[in-house]
Nanobody, 124 residues
Framework: QVQLAESGGGLVQAGGSLRLSCAAS????????MAWFRQAPGKEREFVAT????????VYSDSVKGRFTISRNNGEGTVYLQMNSLKPEDTANYLC?????????????????WGPGTQVTVSS
């Protein structure tokens, strides 16, 4: 059982930056592919970015490519999402997830463990 807890969300103006963190219980993420998803009210959960267990591979959605960066520190059991050049359409609850697919995945169904999320609101 892995428990995930996100932090770092908040209210920011368009063009600003935020850094989200996802901390795993007992630092247990070494053998998991990790990802960030987001969900806005009334919308389906949307893939944002994924990173393999070794950090060798990262994949981003087209909507965030070039603006967001996913990274991880296995020793600390933490995954990060650096978000730059934020837009109002980035407003959502951002969720961290862990998958037994070690290279990561862009499919929500491939993820076994989820955090409750952290809210990001971007004002225009």
């Amino acid at each position: 059982q892995v428990q995930l807890a996100e932090s770092g969300g908040g209210l920011v103006q368009a063009g600003g930056s935020l850094r989200l963190s996802c901390a795993a219980s007992e630092h247990r993420i070494n053998n998991f592919g990790m990802a960030w998803f987001r969900q806005a009210p009334g919308k389906e959960r949307e893939f944002v970015a994924t990173i393999s267990y070794s950090s060798a591979s990262t994949v981003y959605s087209d909507s965030v490519k070039g603006r967001f960066t996913i990274s991880r520190n296995n020793g600390e059991g933490t995954v990060y999402l650096q978000m730059n050049s934020l837009k109002p359409e980035d407003t959502a609850n951002y969720l961290c997830a862990a998958s037994y697919i070690m290279v990561g995945s862009n499919q929500p169904g491939d993820y076994r463990y989820w955090g409750p999320g952290t809210q990001v609101t971007v004002s225009s």
